[in-house]
């Protein structure tokens, strides 16, 4: 089983004017472990799940409960 490489990025806030930084920081952490989120259901579980603060938070739950 392939180990994570690096720092996940930090949990988001729900700043909007942080959102794009955020987001590619989490892409680069993606690409950096392709072993261990090799498909898009694990992508999107952890981001969704670094998202727990604020609006932010809702938002992702709502899109977790649906997968």
Avoid: C
């Avoid at 004017?17 to 498909?39: H, I, K, P, S, T």
Wanted: proline letters at 1%; zero cysteines.
């Amino acid at each position: 089983m392939a180990k994570e490489i690096g720092v996940a990025p930090v949990i988001f806030n729900g700043d909007t004017r942080l959102a794009q930084g955020w987001a590619l920081q989490m892409q680069a952490y993606f690409d950096m472990n392709d072993e261990v989120y090799n498909n898009n259901k694990k992508k999107i579980i952890f981001f969704l799940s670094r998202m727990q603060k604020g609006e932010a938070s809702k938002w992702a739950e709502g899109h977790l409960k649906q997968m």
